[in-house]
């Protein structure tokens, strides 16, 4: 059983950065694929990016160039840097881990997942 929990959201303006953090426990850590996600007030949850064990990346086409994911296997944590954000990224954050192999983009393919972190972009 892994636990997940994130941390670093908050209130920024737009154009500002935020770093969320997502620390791993309870499980082999290195052997997941990583995932963000997020969810805004009446959306479906929605892709963010996704990490392979050895940092293979993906990110949906809305944060490319502006996020990027990434990975400490030696602390169990996994990390989304964000830049450049927009009132439009506001939303719940969620870290998400999936025993199988492959990024997906799918929230159902995910086994495991954090409590989420709010990150409000005001304009």
């Known amino acids: 059983q892994v636990q997940l929990v994130e941390s670093g959201g908050g209130l920024v303006q737009d154009g500002g950065s935020l770093r969320l953090s997502c620390a791993a426990s309870?499980?082999?850590?290195?052997?997941?694929?990583m995932g963000w996600f997020r969810q805004a007030p009446g959306k479906d949850r929605e892709f963010v990016a996704g990490i392979t064990w050895i940092g293979i990346r993906t990110h949906s086409d809305s944060v490319k160039g502006r996020f990027t994911i990434s990975r400490d296997n030696a602390k169990n944590t996994v990390y989304l840097q964000m830049n450049n954000l927009k009132p439009e990224d506001t939303a719940v954050y969620f870290c998400a881990a999936r025993s199988a192999a492959g990024i997906s983009q799918g929230a159902q393919d995910y086994d495991y997942w954090g409590q989420g972190t709010q990150v409000t972009v005001s304009s």
């Open positions: 309870g499980g082999t850590f290195s052997t997941h694929i």
